[in-house]
């Protein structure tokens, strides 16, 4: 499209007119104005561009107008823009097939939803119809929607002002960096979270807890790697006690981590593969190119409603343009190496780059990560681990995008999560950038 920087102002002002945005006090909005994007690059009207760095909300796996993803948007748009779900559609079981592939053969059926809350929703409702139990634990350090009962089993603040779901209690997850159970190493931090996730499932009552709800690597809260053997740990709870446990890959999933999920990119440090017996995605399944997410389904609890009725459903499930851009997700990212690339631009670029950052500047106090989902824990002293005041990542946003990169900020944190089609090229220019920022901020506040 010609751009023209009249629709700079034009879309300002229509954007503070007339839109609401989310988790936002509305008069102390001022926007971006993006006009386009290809790529890990995203521009506006003006013509002024900038490296994607956030992934939009950490979404945009496979990069701004993949031409494969919009080729098969249009193509399903010739054919068919919308069925009802209740129908059988060829894109949506192609879909369907594709997820289940890379998921592996131990789930049988994929139920879509319109993204990630409402995948939280519709699998805490199997979980306990399956165990006719009402409770579900997730830890405190978690997001998983702004719905119902996905905002309630989130832990972080978003929840106490919406806490109008019932049956859910919290647990602290594995942090080694800023550890609850005064850890001094992963395997400590690994054997007391999972100590402490036993005494709360028995002290909460092990027969009325229907699920245990976990990122598998939390994302929003910090990009918080589990240390080995943590996962085959909860797996082995939920096992003892007979809860379904549901791993949330919203934001991990399909390539952020450099595997198609993240409890297969951590296997290895697990001592094999620990599988959940329901898995919600969304986001870069089809990199939010059409609104989808789903709820990947064990044969054990998908079996359960083959003669009763599973009493849930959307209008927009399975729609055929989403099911379109996951089809042409899944195989351009197969054909094009881009999960592959993910791996490499974590373990070869990212791993090393941004150690030698935190290397040169104190204020980052941990560098932490996989694949293309790394986090910056800032600090304003390294031996107390004190975060940094707002006012300091407000000053490094700022700085980062006068130079030319769109960060993903989140408390004291600077998340590394660019797309998973990042070249190596535009990571050593992000690492530069990165360098730049705090320097100039270390020398602004006098570090």
């Excluded at 990122?215 to 085959?232: D, H, I, Q, S």
Aim: net charge negative; hydrophobic share 45%.
């Amino acid at each position: 499209m010609a751009l023209d920087a009249a629709d700079q102002q034009l879309a300002l002002e229509l954007d503070r007119a007339h839109v609401f945005h989310s988790w936002s006090a509305q008069g102390a909005l001022k926007p971006m104005v993006i006009a386009g994007g290809l790529g890990s690059t995203v521009w506006d009207f003006e013509g002024n561009e900038w490296l994607d760095f956030s992934s939009m909300l950490v979404n945009t796996n496979i990069g701004h107008q993949h031409p494969a993803v919009v080729a098969a948007i249009k193509e399903q748009a010739e054919v068919l823009t919308t069925v009802a779900p209740a129908h059988a559609n060829l894109t949506r079981g192609k879909a369907a097939q594709r997820i289940l592939d890379r998921a592996g053969g131990s789930f049988s059926k994929v139920f879509f939803t319109n993204g990630g809350a409402d995948a939280n929703e519709n699998a805490i409702r199997m979980a306990r119809l399956h165990t006719g139990r009402d409770k579900v634990l997730s830890t405190y350090r978690s997001y998983h929607g702004n719905t119902g009962a996905a905002v309630v089993a989130t832990g972080d603040w978003r929840r106490v002002p919406n806490e109008y779901a019932r049956g859910h209690a919290h647990f602290f997850g594995p942090f080694s960096y800023r550890s609850e159970f005064w850890a001094e190493s992963p395997e400590q931090e690994c054997e007391r979270a999972l100590h402490h996730l036993e005494r709360v499932i028995v002290s909460e009552g092990a027969a009325s807890i229907a699920a245990i709800l976990i990122e598998t690597v939390p994302g929003t809260a910090g990009v918080l790697v589990p240390p080995p053997g943590y996962l085959a740990g909860v797996r082995a709870l939920a096992d003892k006690y007979g809860i379904v446990l549901i791993f949330d890959e919203v934001m991990a999933g399909f390539g952020r981590t450099g595997g198609w999920f993240a409890f297969q990119s951590l296997a290895e440090q697990e001592g094999g593969l620990v599988e959940p017996d329901l898995i919600t995605f969304a986001k870069g399944v089809n990199s939010g190119y059409v609104p989808a997410g789903g709820v990947i389904i064990s044969p054990a609890i998908a079996e359960d409603f083959d003669d009763a009725v599973f009493p849930g459903g959307l209008t927009y499930s399975g729609h055929p343009l989403a099911m379109a851009a996951i089809v042409g997700t899944l195989d351009a990212m197969a054909s094009e190496g881009i999960v592959e690339n993910a791996a490499h631009v974590g373990a070869d670029l990212l791993a090393p780059g941004l150690a030698e950052l935190a290397a040169k500047h104190p204020i980052i106090g941990e560098v932490r990560g996989l694949g293309v989902f790394w986090a910056l824990d800032l600090v304003s002293d390294p031996s107390t681990r004190e975060p940094v005041a707002a006012s300091v990542v407000g000053a490094l946003k700022s700085a980062l995008f006068s130079r030319g990169l769109l960060p993903f900020v989140a408390d004291n944190r600077i998340h590394v999560v660019p797309p998973c089609v990042v070249t190596d090229a535009e990571v050593e220019k992000a690492l530069a950038i990165y360098d730049e920022a705090f320097s100039s901020v270390a020398v602004g506040t006098g570090r």
